[in-house]
């Protein structure tokens, strides 16, 4: 107890990823995923709530990298290319974590309640981009719209980069997404 | 009981929705429904499974309504103009029914398991549109994209639809958020 431990979170983050897709989330306890990390329950509990937590904790550091992005964005940025600047750095904020990313979705498909929370996440997720445009002097119902906009090509790229034998990174197929909704939304 | 009632359950609805404004949905049972409806419990169970339903039974035909607009849609059509065939389509469902929308979207919101529900609606409702969108030959991600455009359209103009003092209809309303997304997202 109160020891420190290199890489804890991660430790249990591994640990936890893989009962999840052995064993299934519903069967996976605590006490499971600790000893698969080689580290205590009470160890558990200093980084996570629960276990539920372990698949959501990256959310709210997600959000914040994306506000940022948006945030600092250039003054002279449209709303578009503020949005463009949040996907970016959500794709620095993923890296090349996309092994991890797959069995998290996989996870999460197969539990509604996960399901449920995972759009609850997409939906506080746009809220607060639409909240950060509005920061930058767009007004409504522009800031929503790019917002939902945003998070529209945020999910259909994720989906893209976790397919079976997807090579691009996520950085590329993002914006490549973006560039597509664009066209497809152009006024002839 | 077998009994022919008019417009039950547009009763029922009214019903229902008065009490939920009134008392709270968790506080409402099917019984103070069907009483304040002056018809019986086992009529409230031919139309609907449950309280929930009440507020949910529309999303279907509505999606059911788009979907056919979507295909429906001239051969010539883009992926965009198709969508908007289908936010089109959801104007004319929606009607001038803004009070029970309005009434609609409090219950909701106050309530997290019918947040949750209405999410998921959305979600069920984008991959509707993207799966119409393949059927007329537009490939992935485009098809997906548009659909998820559409929805975002459509959730943002919702908003607005039903926010204090607006008069515009939905059809109006929504036109014109579509038309903002395009030229936000135009191409400089």
Redesign the interface.
Known sequence: MGRWEPDAAGRFRSAAMELFVEHGYEQTTVADIAERAGLTRRTFFRYFADKREVLFSGSERLQQTMVEALTGAPAQA???EAVAAALGASAVFFGDNRKFARQRLKVITANADL??RE??KF?TLSAALAEALRGRGITE??A???G??G???F???F??WVGKSEQRSFGEIVSE?L??????????
Do not use: F, G, N, W
Not at 179 to 188: E, F, H, N, P, S
């Open positions: 449209t709303a578009i399901r449920e759009l609850i939906a119902p522009d929503s719209l790019a939902e906009a998070i529209a090509v999910r259909v790229a989906v893209l997404s560039t597509r909704l664009r066209v497809l939304a152009a006024i002839k």
